[in-house]
Nanobody, 125 residues
Framework: QVQLVESGGGLVQAGGSLRLSCAASGRTFSNSAMGWFRQAPGKERDVVAAISGSGTYYTDSVKGRFTISRDNAKNTVYLQMNSLKPEDTAVYFC????????????????????WGQGTQVTVSS
């Protein structure tokens, strides 16, 4: 099991930036693929980005604006979000998988074993 705690959400104006953090504890973090998902009210939980030994992956709507990274020494994964838009407003969740993810499965919530509680990101216009 991995325990995940997100932080860094908040209210920001359109065009602004936020950096989300996800602190992990439990099994070996460096062997885990990590993902960021988001869920807006009334919508499904969708992938934002993922990072694995196989590479980094992004959904099309955030490419060029968001960057996922990890610090294995700190057991933490980050999501740097720039040029934020009102449509980025959602609860953002961190997820972990024991093992790698690839281009054909990184976007599936079901491949991840553990989830954080989420952090709210609100972008005002």
């Amino acid at each position: 099991q991995v325990q995940l705690v997100e932080s860094g959400g908040g209210l920001v104006q359109a065009g602004g930036s936020l950096r989300l953090s996800c602190a992990a504890s439990g099994r070996t973090f460096s062997n885990s693929a990590m993902g960021w998902f988001r869920q807006a009210p009334g919508k499904e939980r969708d992938v934002v980005a993922a990072i694995s030994g196989s590479g980094t992956y992004y959904t099309d709507s955030v490419k060029g604006r968001f960057t996922i990274s990890r610090d294995n020494a700190k057991n933490t994964v980050y999501l740097q979000m720039n040029s934020l838009k009102p449509e980025d407003t959602a609860v953002y969740f961190c997820a972990a998988r024991a093992g790698a993810v690839y281009h054909y499965n990184y976007y599936r919530p079901g491949v991840y074993d553990n989830w954080g509680q989420g952090t709210q990101v609100t972008v005002s216009s």
